[in-house]
């Protein structure tokens, strides 16, 4: 059983992963309730978590979520002190606190670009953050953590992007971080290099020096030629004096 899951756990990260582009370290929202069933459950969330995605993890929560648990009195008291040992993330309602629910959906408005997971017990906040594409979904049954496999909105977004009818700007980006991190983008410049960059063609040079050769043997065959002829006027000059002696 703890294979099988494992199995689903990881097919759905690499959805999350070629899809959406989450990257380590996770970073993951939990609520009261996920804190609450994980006491109960006694499931140590930061030792376990990271096994279970095959990947390190950042543990966060948000201020409504510890105002909200602290409203609810001694009841949730263990969950609020778990709870308190994570991140706690920035959220829009730092003067006018929100329900935790409420809260954690806004963190992962216009399509999720800080990668956050949902960790919740909340059947009402699970069913609207699947109404969300790229919204990982964590719950606990059975005394086992559990990631939700992606949602019909989710499977839709992708189709589409894959038909070249949506390409989000975070997509986008990731997709140029890949191939800056696997060299593609490099490798392409360097094509475009190599055909930009046209030289003289080397059979081009080699032809031009033979004829440069050809063009300097008749001058040297002329000069030779000459030398010749004045070493037989010379040599007839010295015959002439000889013979005018001997007379």
Request: proline share 4%.
């Amino acid at each position: 059983m703890k294979i099988t899951r494992q199995k689903h756990a990881k097919k759905h990260m690499s959805f999350y992963k070629n899809n959406f582009g989450f990257r380590e370290p996770f970073q993951v929202l939990l609520d009261g309730t996920f804190c609450q069933a994980a006491l109960r459950n006694k499931i140590q969330i930061r030792d376990q978590l990271p096994g279970y995605l095959a990947g390190a993890t950042q543990l966060c929560t948000t201020r409504c979520v510890l105002k909200e648990l602290e409203s609810l009195g001694k009841e949730l008291y263990g969950a609020k002190l778990i709870a308190q040992r994570f991140q706690v993330r920035n959220c829009s309602h730092f003067k006018d606190p929100v329900g935790g629910s409420a809260c954690l959906l806004s963190m992962t408005e216009e399509g999720n670009p800080h990668h956050y997971f949902i960790a919740t017990q909340d059947q009402d906040l699970a069913t609207k953050v699947k109404k969300k594409a790229g919204v990982p979904l964590l719950f606990i049954i059975q005394n086992t953590m559990v990631l939700d496999k992606p949602s019909p909105k989710s499977l839709v977004f992708v189709q589409a992007m894959q038909a070249n009818q949506l390409v989000p700007e975070h997509q986008k980006q990731s997709i140029e971080h890949l191939k800056e991190e696997q060299g593609l983008v490099k490798e392409s410049e360097n094509r475009r290099k190599r055909k930009r960059a046209g030289g003289p063609n080397p059979l081009s040079c080699l032809k031009k020096k033979k004829k440069v050769q050809e063009t300097q043997q008749p001058s040297a065959t002329k000069k030779k030629r000459k030398r010749k002829r004045n070493r037989a006027k010379s040599e007839a000059k010295a015959v002439s004096v000889h013979l005018s002696v001997k007379a």
